[in-house]
């Protein structure tokens, strides 16, 4: 059974960082390209930012670029969003989804063929 869990969420004043984990069982995520997405309540889903499999290369949305860092430990089958400034406005639930094709439209990152979710992590900025 494939399974992709995201950690790493919570709750953080504004300016503080953050570093969410998406950590793939029953598949290898070497090859597959991985996406963070957001959903804020009352928003539609975002895309934050993706990576590809082979060359490892990243993708920015406009709302997170030079604030988010997204990585992979390919040992650990996990890909890693270190987020930082972060904003009350960055509040909503990441998930990670695994699919091939990444790139921006419309100022957002987007994944296509998705295959596999992840459930979500809360992340809260607040004072």
């Known amino acids: 059974q494939v399974q992709l869990v995201e950690s790493g969420g919570g709750l953080v004043q504004p300016g503080g960082s953050l570093r969410l984990s998406c950590t793939a069982s029953?598949?290898?995520?070497?090859?597959?390209?991985i996406a963070w997405f957001r959903q804020a309540p009352g928003k539609e889903r975002e895309g934050v930012s993706c990576?590809?499999?082979?060359?490892?290369?990243?993708l920015y949305g406009d709302s997170v670029k030079g604030r988010v860092t997204i990585s992979r430990d390919y040992a650990k089958n996990t890909v890693f969003l270190q987020m930082n400034s972060l904003k009350p406005e960055d509040t909503a639930v990441y998930s990670c989804?695994?699919?091939?094709?990444?790139?921006?439209?419309?100022?957002?990152?987007?994944?296509?063929?998705?295959?596999?979710w992840g459930q979500g992590t809360q992340v809260t900025v607040s004072s």
């Open positions: 989804a695994a699919g091939y094709g990444c790139y921006v439209r419309d100022g957002k990152s987007v994944l296509r063929n998705i295959r596999y």
């Open positions: 029953g598949v290898s995520l070497n090859n597959w390209h």
């Open positions: 990576i590809e499999g082979h060359f490892g290369a990243t």
